[in-house]
């Protein structure tokens, strides 16, 4: 479900150790849960090759056509 503001609302569960300790890393640098949670899942996109703008999946979508494939021109074997 959409908000307002355009971002989709998630409930998340985590263990009381995880919570604590993600609550003090965000404490520690002065951030909130959410702008953790926000890089956090940021860095798992990019570890996949997951696009997240409308400009980096046109981008992808281009690279993956098999037209746009250059292929190395073969080594002479002398």
Do not use: C, W
């Not at 002065?30 to 046109?58: C, G, I, N, S, V």
Request: hydrophobic residues 35%; proline residues 4%.
């Amino acid at each position: 479900m959409a908000a307002k503001d355009g971002s989709v609302r998630r409930r998340i569960g985590f263990d009381v150790e995880t919570y604590h300790a993600l609550d003090r890393l965000a404490k520690d640098r002065m951030q909130t849960l959410q702008e953790l949670a926000d890089e956090a899942f940021r860095d798992l996109l990019k570890k996949h090759r997951r696009p997240t703008t409308l400009k980096e999946m046109l981008r992808e979508s281009a690279r993956s056509q098999p037209a746009n494939d250059h292929a190395r021109p073969a080594r002479r074997v002398r």
